[in-house]
Structure formats: C-alpha cells, structure tokens
C-alpha cells in the first residue's frame, strides 16, 4: 500500500497496531490535543542566534497549538536547546527554508499572509488584526537587527505590540508568546475551519504515536506493516 498524506486507510492500519502499546489515556491526551492543533496560523522566524529564544519559540507554538514552525537560517542556525523545550519539539513540525525568498515564496504559495511583527510601521495591534482574513504567519527577526529588509518589503501586513513604557520593543520570545497567546485565542473564538483536517489529524497521530512506541517499526514490520 503507498503512504501518501491522503491515504487515512495507511495511517490508521498503523496506529491501530500501535495502540496496542500505549494506555487509552494516553491515547485521549493525543486526541484532546489534535482537537486545538491548527495550520491555519504559524510563524516563521529569521536567523534566531539564541538557543534559549529558539526553544521559547518552539515550547510557545507547542503549548498554544501551532502545529508548524518556519525557520530561514542563512546566517545562523535553529537550534533550540534540549533541556529547555524538554521534548516539545517532538510535537511539531519544524520547516527549515534556505532563504527568506524561499520561505516567503513557499508560505505565500500555501495561501499565508506574510504578518511582519515590527515597531517601526503604523500597523494593527493584536486587538485590531483580522484574524479571519485567511491563513497568516508571523514573522519574528533576528534578536539584534530585528525583520529584514526583505521581509519588510514583501509582507502584507504588519503587526506590533504597544508600550506603555519608555521600551520601545520586547525581545522575540517575549514577543511571540504574547502575540500567539492572544492571535491563537480570538482565532479560535471567531474563525471557521481553523482545526487540522481529518487526514492532517491522522497523520500526524500516526507520528505522535510511532514517537512514544518504543521499536515502533520494527513492530509495524513485524505485523507486515
């Protein structure tokens, strides 16, 4: 039989195998958390040089249900640290980009709008932003420099969060869990088919569960799977 990301008879021929060696508890925390998993929101993240911002990326999209991280690393890499996101990358998907045309491209290419998060244009607030417009993904910049030129350029709207204070910005991470946080909230709130599709949803049980099964293949292999 061929795997193909259509094909729901492949996927849960395998996870009913699989099933067989997990409780039905943790089974049901699979399946709560599938229910508020979404692509229709995600991020992409320009050049992040810090470890510990690169895993507070990774644990916020984890935690708020953002399946899917973009991440451009020409000039440094993505490398979350393990003994911060203490697993969480496991359960989402990282896309890695060799250029910011090419994440662009690719994102834009799926019907995302291109939501570049900066201080520095009259844009909307997180209050203000239309989440039901279609699907976004925000853009974080580097820790120092902030979004590139490019991004800037090519974005189709921008977003920024208001001070109150003399501080003009907030670091990236702090930036992403509040923008996240509230974006992910009134998404759900007010956005129709925001959930994972059904064939979306099998697949990626099929990988949560081959993840927590230990041997997994050399079980699927063994029952002609």
């Known amino acids: 039989m061929t795997n193909t990301a259509n094909d729901r008879a492949w996927y849960d021929a395998r996870t009913a195998c699989l099933s067989e060696f997990m409780t039905a ?23 992040t040089y810090h470890p510990q911002n690169a895993s507070a990326l990774v644990r916020h999209c984890e935690a708020f249900g953002l399946q899917n991280i973009h991440t451009v690393e020409t000039l440094c890499k993505f490398n979350p640290n393990t003994h911060i996101v203490r697993g969480t990358d496991k359960w989402i998907d990282l896309h890695r980009h060799g250029s910011t045309t090419e994440a662009i491209a690719a994102l834009k290419g799926a019907g995302y709008r291109i939501v570049a998060t900066t201080p520095h244009r009259e844009s909307c607030t997180p209050e203000s932003f239309d989440v039901t417009r279609g699907r976004f993904a925000l853009v974080f910049g580097t820790e120092h420099a902030g979004i590139s030129e490019e991004v800037m350029a090519s974005a189709d709207e921008y977003l920024r969060i208001p001070m109150c204070g003399l501080v003009e910005s907030l670091n990236v991470s702090a930036s992403a869990a ?21 064939d979306e949803r099998a697949e990626i049980l099929y990988r949560w569960m081959r993840e927590s099964v230990r041997d997994a293949d050399r079980i699927l292999e063994r029952r002609g799977l």
């Open 178 to 198: 509040i923008l996240i946080y509230q974006l992910s909230a009134r998404m759900r709130a007010s956005v129709d088919g925001w959930r994972l599709t059904d």
């Open 25 to 47: 508890e943790r089974i049901a925390v699979f399946e709560r958390v599938l229910d508020m998993r979404t692509r229709y929101m995600t991020i992409l993240t320009e050049n």
